[in-house]
């Protein structure tokens, strides 16, 4: 079951093992949680799709911290 919320602050995924990318604050995500990982999906560019997974302790880091706000 997938959920949304906003990038609200400093969040960064490693493609493979590249150098960091950031996700611009106010993007809006699509979330798909699984027990050890947190997909997130959004539209990069017009037409492009962003698409990265994260372990879920960083994700869970990241909602606590206010970095990510889930929609109700």
């Known amino acids: 079951m997938s959920q949304f919320a906003t990038i609200q602050g400093h969040v960064s995924y490693s493609p493979g093992d590249g150098v960091?990318?950031?996700?611009?604050?106010?993007t809006l995500v699509e979330v798909v949680l699984a027990p050890d990982?947190?997909?997130l999906s959004w539209e990069a560019e017009k037409g492009v799709v962003g698409l990265t997974?994260?372990?879920r302790m960083q994700y869970d880091e990241y909602v606590e911290a206010g970095k990510i706000v889930l929609k109700d």
């Open 53 to 55: 997974a994260i372990p």
């Open 37 to 39: 990982s947190a997909t």
């Open 20 to 26: 960091p990318l950031i996700i611009p604050v106010g």
